[in-house]
């Protein structure tokens, strides 16, 4: 476990739309350095990276915009919903993502700057980087709560949010593998205090790095 090392690690994962990237933040004010699986997901997609050919390949010339760049929200449109097609968008992104997530927690953990590490990925579990965490937090939320901040925030409509819902394995799986559940379906202040009773939680021990015991807040 990372923990034998004195860095520990938090992998903290939902459904889109639960709230993930709220409580990374949150964990970050408290000293952690958060990895945002997404951002480096994207990041694997730019024209200098070799997955970008692989890409291309795979899913036509029709996803790439003006500037040569391939444009998420075609491709996105292609795999969600699609399970054959997102395992095949997996399958070139998520070995370089976890490459590049192993190199960055490294690096951190020897500037002595940080008191921890965070991995914010929504298919943390499905990809296999819940193996590198101490810990796992599943962030979750009604249905109905979730489409209305992905409609809000990604700016689409609620076909296309439930259709993103849809693309991902039932909960039931993720709670499997978690040892911290955070319902997030109330205020942001809320929030916010289940994420640090759930880091001051994990000290006892029988919730933290080196426990398996499930808290639900």
């Not at 101490?134 to 962030?139: C, F, G, N, T, Y």
């Not at 939320?141 to 990604?154: F, K």
């Not at 109330?186 to 080196?210: C, D, F, N, V, Y």
């Amino acid at each position: 476990m990372r923990s034998e090392n004195n860095f520990p690690i938090i992998g903290v994962t939902g459904i889109t739309g639960s709230g993930t990237s709220t409580v990374s933040a949150i964990l970050a004010e408290r000293g952690g350095y958060v990895a945002h699986a997404d951002k480096l997901a994207h990041d694997a997609m730019a024209k200098t990276e070799p997955a970008y050919a692989e890409i291309l390949e795979a899913f036509g010339q029709e996803i790439v915009n003006e500037k040569g760049e391939i444009n998420r929200r075609v491709l996105g449109a292609r795999v969600f919903g699609n399970k054959e097609a997102l395992a095949r968008l997996e399958k070139i992104i998520h070995p370089r993502v976890i490459e590049r997530i192993h190199t960055i927690v490294d690096k951190i953990a020897e500037t002595g700057i940080y008191t921890f590490a965070v991995i914010d990925a929504p298919l943390l579990v499905e990809s296999g980087m819940s193996t590198m965490c101490d810990s796992v937090w599943l962030i979750t939320a009604p249905d109905e709560t979730r489409i209305a901040r992905i409609t809000s925030r990604d700016k689409i409509d609620e076909i296309a949010a439930k259709r993103r819902l849809q693309s991902r394995n039932a909960e039931a799986t993720l709670r499997e593998h978690a040892n911290i559940i955070i319902e997030n379906c109330g205020s942001p202040i809320a929030l916010r205090s289940k994420t640090e009773t759930a880091l001051k939680a994990m000290s006892l021990k029988i919730h933290g790095w080196q426990g398996c015991k499930v808290l639900e807040i």
